[in-house]
């Protein structure tokens, strides 16, 4: 035991001085001393943030152990009276932090390059999941505690059976009730001099929660949102879930006024802390609708605050009611482009395909910016990975090397030149994808088997059905369902680039491949009119034109099917999905000159499945029609087309009635997920003129919502260039 008269480190003074060498048990062990002995508070909402600084060692996400070498000396400074122990503290733990070193000796120098040459992204952090928070304000830590003593018992002859997990869970539970304990004596000390009436109601409401919970189960709304959020908190903010159905039952319990109050502080307290995605309304297996009203009181919140953050997701099946159809009309019209909406009768389809039931299938929520996950009984990856499909043309143009840094990163596939149809380049392409697809997931699961050494969540582990009735950990095979997802870029971008090698090329023979490569080499200097028959072609996906459509639907779907064949570390399958994030103008920086008329450099880039921005010219019927020649039942992670209508006319009466239809007709014929962005052109512009006029400016970005000006530059420029749609 290390003898340390500093308070500061308190999680890293936990793990040093636990006497097991157990890495669960440690890490646990220093989340205990963290909530022991840092500053906890009670916000102005009156809800217990469980927030507290690591500093140099971090429980981030699930316990990972990080050497924040870089913020220790300017943490020294703000504590020089306890600068010696920090650093004697640092100096103890540096064994330990084997996390972050882990990643170099995994990666072989062609791994380095080609994530470094934006071909591919694997893994490099945890990802999102959504545990049963719910939990523990429903049945109380007490019914945990009787689970683990249960199974600790029925798995004691297994092979596996490592009973120091199961204390971790124990000293993890010891956590929550220790937080709730602490936060009782916060209010208990502020009561003595506080005069408002409603933080003295406040205070006293934190007092009669913690009275019971969270040991026991919570006896009304207030109480279920006072104890979630310390929950929440506890495990370092991601996904909320399914918050209109796990919170209905104590929602009708309480008294209106009451239950609105901390409705709306759950609502602040997810935008003060960029909460990821909250989910609402869908169906159940057997169709019915599972809209309430708790789904409309929350909606109505998005038009009341009109804030970027929370994230929010919409599911949409064929019984929603018209009346929650309106209801998403008119939070669009705040212009945050929340909701997000999803259609239940494609993403159910799609995860039975990884082989989870309907039971569960119809339980999906979205986590992170949109991918999918199953509630509190899976480790979804979200994400493990990306591919940009772009670039892997471009390494098929030229035999594997890149066309931005000169480096061998692909399959030696054959000079483009040698190939003599469209059919032998366009197979030297897909073998490439293929390549790309294998490689993106071998990477992906190198980190999924250090994570699972390193970073194990004895928290998560309490939350997540399978670990405690397995033995194992959230990260080592202890969910139900351990699926994985690989988001694509650039899929228009690489569609156009297809149709005009396959026109121009190889039917027209107006340009020879070797012509094509060296405009490219060359980023079309003195290739002028070869730019500009290009760049004026109508070969353009998004406007309903077959031939560019069935090129773009027959290589995604392809890749989305050779994912479900490759096996993920955590005992399922990878699966497809598009979520390019606030990233596409940066895949399209890393991505050379392209047949579409790209040039190396420029950032314009597929910022969802639909086309790239501004190429759609035909109007959204033209667009959603191209973007249905795709199979929505083979992504399990997400397949966002982002829309952008004109403010004036989806406001009007006539835009209410366009957009319903449209996105009506899109999910009955099979479209996945939809955002819309309602904004005018001129207003965009303006806001990058006079930023200071424009901060409350919000539009979609990849699968989330985020305030414009706050955007670069050249993802500003992407958004513009989105086609703005319903105008006159």
């Known amino acids: 035991m290390y003898q340390f008269k500093t308070k500061l480190e308190p999680f890293a003074r936990g793990y040093l001085n636990c006497e097991s060498t157990h890495r669960s048990m440690r890490l646990a062990a220093g989340m205990y001393q963290a909530v022991k002995d840092s500053p906890l508070c009670i916000d102005n909402h009156g809800l217990p943030l469980s927030f507290f600084e690591f500093c140099i060692h971090n429980y981030d996400y699930g316990c990972s152990l990080h050497s924040d070498v870089w913020y220790m000396e300017d943490f020294t400074k703000k504590h020089p009276e306890d600068a010696d122990e920090i650093r004697k503290i640092h100096e103890l733990i540096a064994p330990h932090l084997t996390f972050d070193t882990g990643f170099e000796r995994m990666y072989t120098e062609k791994h380095r390059q080609i994530q470094n040459d934006r071909v591919v992204y694997a893994g490099g ?9 719910q939990g523990i304000f429903m049945y109380g830590t007490n019914h945990y505690r009787a689970k683990i003593q249960e199974y600790r018992e029925k798995n004691r ?8 997990f199961y204390d971790a869970l124990l000293l993890t539970l010891d956590t929550i009730e220790l937080a709730g304990q602490r936060f009782t004596e916060i209010a208990e000390r502020e009561l003595k001099d506080v005069k408002d009436p409603h933080r003295i109601a406040a205070l006293e409401k934190i007092i ?10 919570c006896r009304d709304f207030a109480e279920a949102v006072i104890v979630y959020v310390m929950v929440f908190t506890l495990d370092g903010i991601d996904s909320p879930g399914h918050i209109d159905q796990f919170f209905y039952d104590l929602w009708t319990k309480t008294e209106p ?4 109050q901390y409705l709306e502080a759950l609502w602040e307290f997810f935008h003060d802390h960029r909460v990821w995605n909250v989910c609402l309304s869908g169906s159940d297996e057997y169709g019915n609708d599972l809209t309430n009203d708790l789904t409309y009181a929350y909606l109505d919140l998005i038009e009341k605050y009109r804030y970027e953050t929370p994230n929010v997701t919409l599911r949409w099946h064929r019984n929603t009611p018209n009346k929650l159809k309106s209801a998403v009309y008119h939070a669009l019209t705040a212009g945050t482009g929340l909701p997000a909406l999803y259609n239940d009768h494609a993403v159910v389809p799609a995860l039975e395909r990884l082989g989870i039931p309907k039971s569960d299938a119809h339980t999906y929520v979205m986590n992170g910016c949109n991918q999918i996950d199953i509630p509190g009984k899976s480790h979804q990856g979200l994400e493990d990975g990306q591919i940009n499909i772009a670039k892997v043309l471009e390494l098929t143009l030229h035999n594997g090397i890149s066309n931005t840094s000169g480096n061998d990163l692909g399959l030696h596939a054959g000079d483009a030149a040698s190939f003599p149809t469209f059919d032998a380049f366009y197979e030297a392409f897909l073998k490439q994808l293929d390549h790309f697809a294998e490689t993106v997931c071998e990477m992906a699961n190198m980190h999924q088997r250090l994570y699972a050494v390193e970073s194990p969540n004895p928290l998560r582990s309490i939350l997540i059905e399978g670990c405690i009735e397995k033995g194992l950990d959230y990260k080592n095979h202890g969910p139900i369902y351990g699926n ?5 870029e650039g899929i228009a971008d690489t569609a156009d680039s297809l149709a005009i090698i396959k026109k121009y090329v190889y039917e027209e023979n107006r340009f020879t491949m070797a012509e094509l490569i060296d405009a490219l080499d060359k980023n079309y200097e003195g290739y002028e009119e070869m730019l500009h028959t290009f760049r004026m072609s109508e070969l353009k996906f998004g406007n309903d034109i077959p031939f560019v ?6 290589f995604v779907d392809r890749l989305n099917a050779k994912l479900l064949t490759l096996p993920t ?6 699966s497809g999905g598009c979520s390019p994030f606030n990233e596409a103008a940066e895949y399209g920086m890393a991505t050379g000159s392209l047949p579409n008329g790209k040039k190396r450099g420029e950032s314009l880039f597929a910022d969802s499945i639909g086309a790239t921005p501004g190429f759609d010219t035909n109007g959204p019927t033209a667009l959603i029609n191209s973007c249905l020649n795709f199979d929505h039942t083979l992504p399990g992670s997400g397949f966002i087309l982002n829309t952008k209508f004109d403010k004036d006319v989806f406001l009007s009466e006539e835009g209410e009635q366009t957009f319903l239809a449209l996105w009506s007709s899109y999910f009955e014929r099979g479209g996945q997920m939809m955002t819309v962005t309602v904004v005018s052109d001129d207003e965009l ?12 400016l919000i539009v979609r970005v990849g699968g989330y919502s985020d305030v414009f000006v706050n955007l670069d530059k050249e993802l500003q420029e992407n958004v513009i260039a989105r086609t703005s749609h319903c105008k006159h």
């Open 257 to 260: 006024a009451l239950r609105q």
């Open 685 to 696: 512009r303006d806001a990058q003129l006079h930023p200071e006029n424009h901060r409350n």
């Open 208 to 217: 009669s929660t913690f009275d019971h919970a969270p040991s026991l189960p």
């Open 549 to 554: 459509d069935q090129i773009a639907a027959n």
């Open 484 to 488: 994985g997802q690989i988001l694509f």
């Open 157 to 164: 002859t297994q092979e596996n059976f490592d009973p120091e």
């Open 125 to 133: 952090w945890l990802g999102h999941a959504v545990p049963d928070y």
């Open 569 to 574: 570390f955590r005992g399922g399958h990878f």
